[in-house]
């Protein structure tokens, strides 16, 4: 009995934990065509900073963001300015179909900006990882290079290999297979890459 209540409390806090950090109003795309909708032939962008800023769970979402170390709520004050230099060149007589494809560029940006910043922190992670390898040596590039082979039993061959990183911190990356099937070897920049995986 205690298993299955201790599984139940698992569950439930598994699936809190994971509506933690969604947007309550929708997906980025579903809230741009719902303001679009709402706003035809006018400006849209104040609807969706609206429901963005005022969405029950931004503040969890911007918290997450910035304990990454991502600058969110200067980027969202940018948004925002931005937002009333658009108000400021409606009233100057801009058109709506111009301003609005000006804020959907920079919402577009905006949205990308911290997926991109993601992509750079893993990368960062990956050189500091080959470069614990590298000091390491060959036990644990030969560790790394088991658990890839064991993840997958068929066998990938050499596709391309290059030394980087910078004098005592250099590595050299083994590249197999190709696109979906591309499997990463970091290994010291001393060692030959296997020619297969």
Not at 143 to 155: E, H, M, T, V
Request: charged content about 25%.
């Amino acid at each position: 009995m205690k298993k299955i209540f201790l599984v139940f409390i698992i569950i439930f806090i598994s699936a809190c934990a994971s509506n933690a950090l969604t947007w309550q109003d929708g997906t980025f795309t579903y809230v741009k065509s719902i303001c679009k909708q709402e706003n035809q032939g006018k400006y849209w962008g104040e609807c969706y900073l609206d429901k963005r800023l005022n969405d029950p769970n931004y503040e969890k979402i911007v918290s997450y963001q910035e304990r990454s170390g991502y600058p969110i709520r200067k980027r969202w004050e940018q948004i925002i300015e931005f937002n009333e230099m658009i108000k400021d060149k409606i009233a100057d007589g801009a058109s709506y179909k111009e301003v609005n494809k000006i804020f959907e560029d920079v919402i577009n940006e905006f949205n990308s900006s911290f997926a991109k910043y993601q992509e750079e922190k893993a990368a960062e992670q990956a050189r500091n990882w080959a470069i614990a390898l590298g000091a390491l040596g060959g036990t644990a590039a030969n560790l790394q290079n088991n658990s890839i082979n064991n993840s997958n039993n068929r066998s990938l061959p050499l596709s391309s290999s290059s030394s980087e990183g910078v004098g005592a911190q250099r590595y050299k990356v083994c590249k197999y297979g190709f696109g979906i099937n591309e499997k990463v070897l970091t290994i010291n920049v001393f060692e030959t890459c296997p020619a297969s995986l």
